[in-house]
């Protein structure tokens, strides 16, 4: 690493306002070239300490505000994350991998969302009321911030999966301390510089960076948190309520998916397939939505793969900083020697490489040789047991198979441990509301893919989560209800 120190970016918490820096570092690469280019804390016990301190401090000034004097403060970050959305969208296909257009496109676009979403939700929102005309009594419910809260987020996604939870926190009137991978870092960091010119008064927003085993686990240990938002892996969140369980903590999971897209022969493929091939591919895989298991219907099933793979081979990987270019680079190097282990597990197991990993020659610009880097992969003929079909890849990788009835689609597509989203093609309306009922995912898109209304409940069902997020969800999330009884 000292052959890079000269130009290495080094970043610090945020805490109580302030930028401080940490005893020790970890090396944070950039995924295109293979390079370290950046450092980042390696918190634990006492940065966490400090920082819930300092949100601490600053409850009872930020949850007194009205929810338009914090919805005015959020906007005004919207502006500026806005104002600098070049240098975020940079920032975070820098250190992810991820290539330039959609972090232009999409990571940075939605964080600023979601602050206005939030910004303007948050004005909307009410409480319930009844009357017991019998008893001579109303009943009325009112909400109030909870406290501090614990922010825990995944490298696929950083700054808007982030926001999508700061946003309503701190909407509602919490203060928090957030915990990014230590993988993905740099955008929230970026973005701590830009609360104080939008008013969000020091303690409000915290962020310590570092691990999840020393940062993210003294986060989810201190008393001092009774709530925790954690987007990330199945299995570590099983690790997250373990540790939480002694302090009855409230917590939102948002997990992995192993997402079906059901193809009917009615389905309008010139449709269908440039969007599958998108929700399998796009931001090389690594989007907890991307449909990684392809159930096409006897019928069109040849002409489907011989299409979906010719256009699969047209997916341009390379330097993720090239607007021409579809396909990044992965977020690691173990990350990369994991997805390409389970093709190579699919081809021992007798199923078909059609394109991609192993199959076709991946030539890579000057600069990116070390990057990691791996072509979209489709493999076929995979058994419904195949680890390939039970197990989140996380990686440009998808399994096509075949199948003759609704009945039994339905019963494959529900047989993983996962629920967190499907997509079902069909231009039979009957048919797709039926299916889409009798699927087991948090969210089913119909003849599209990834459009969200964020006012509706987003989340997994099974081992892909517990608890939803959007308007309402969050809103309920982030708050602490109470109902009064009022006697006249
Ligand atoms: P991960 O679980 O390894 O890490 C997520 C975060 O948790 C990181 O910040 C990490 O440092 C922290 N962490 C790790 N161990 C911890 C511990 N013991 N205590 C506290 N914090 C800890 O997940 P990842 O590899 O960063 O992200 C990929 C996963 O996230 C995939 O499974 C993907 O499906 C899932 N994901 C889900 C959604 C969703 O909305 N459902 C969205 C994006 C990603």
Redo the contacts with the bound molecule.
């Keep these: 690493t000292m052959a890079h120190s000269k130009a290495l970016l080094v970043l610090e918490n945020f805490i109580g306002g302030k930028f401080v820096t940490c005893s020790s570092y970890i090396d944070s690469y950039n995924p295109s070239t293979g390079d370290v280019y950046c450092r980042v804390p390696d918190s634990g016990k006492e940065e966490v300490e400090a920082a819930v301190k300092a949100a601490k401090d600053a409850f009872s000034i930020w949850s007194s505000k009205s929810p338009l004097e914090r919805s005015r403060i959020l906007n005004k970050l919207a502006d500026l994350i806005e104002h600098d959305l070049e240098a975020f969208a940079q920032a975070e296909s820098k250190d992810q991998g991820k290539t330039i257009t959609f972090a232009r496109t999409v990571d940075i676009p939605r964080a600023v969302y979601n602050f206005r979403f939030f910004a303007s939700s948050i004005l909307h929102q009410t409480t319930e009321c009844t009357e017991m005309a019998t008893m001579g009594c109303v009943h009325y419910t009112s909400r109030a911030p909870v406290g501090v809260a614990g922010l ?6 950083p700054l808007y ?1 982030l926001t999508w939870k700061i946003a309503p926190a701190i909407a509602c009137g919490n203060t928090v301390v957030a ?4 993988m993905t870092s740099v955008t929230a960091w970026m973005m701590c510089k830009l609360l104080e010119k939008a008013g969000v008064p020091h303690g409000v927003v915290n962020v310590v960076f570092g ?3 020393k940062a ?2 003294a ?2 240990c201190h008393p001092d948190v009774p709530l925790i938002s ?7 969140a099983q ?2 309520t373990e ?1 939480s369980a002694p302090h009855c903590k409230r917590l939102s999971l ?4 192993k997402n079906p897209a059901i193809i009917f022969d009615d389905a309008d493929l010139t449709q269908c397939i440039p969007m599958t091939l998108r929700s399998s591919f796009a931001n090389q895989g690594e ?2 939505l991307c449909t990684s298991r392809i159930f096409v219907q006897r019928g069109i099933y040849s002409e489907f793969l011989k299409r979906f793979v010719a256009e699969a081979k047209k997916w341009k990987v390379g330097n993720p900083s090239d607007p021409t270019v579809d396909v990044g680079a992965l977020i690691s190097e173990e990350h990369l020697e994991k997805v390409r282990s389970y093709v190579k597990k699919a081809q021992a197991e007798g199923a078909r490489v059609l394109c991609g990993e192993g199959v076709d020659s991946l030539t890579l610009p000057a600069g990116n040789q070390k990057g990691y880097f791996m072509l979209p992969t489709v493999i076929a003929e995979v058994k419904d047991e195949s680890c390939c079909m039970q197990e ?1 890849i ?1 990686g440009p990788v998808t399994c096509v198979v075949a199948f003759d009835t609704e009945e039994e689609v339905i019963k494959r597509a529900n047989s993983v441990k996962y629920g ?1 989203a499907a997509t079902v093609w069909s231009s039979n309306v009957g048919r797709v509301h039926r299916v889409a009922q009798r699927l087991q995912a948090g969210l089913v898109w119909t003849n599209c893919w990834l459009v969200r209304d964020l006012n509706l409940p987003f989340g ?1 069902m099974k081992a ?2 517990i608890g939803r997020e959007g308007a309402k969800d969050s809103y309920e999330f982030f708050t602490e209800v109470k109902t009064i009884t009022i006697k006249h």
């Design positions: 825990i987020s995944p490298w696929n996604l999966l915990k990014p991978s230590e691990t999840g085993a993210g686990e986060l989810v954690f987007t990330g892996s199945t299995l570590t690790r997250i540790k948002e997990l992995g998916g989007i907890c989140e996380f967190l997994g892909s989560g």
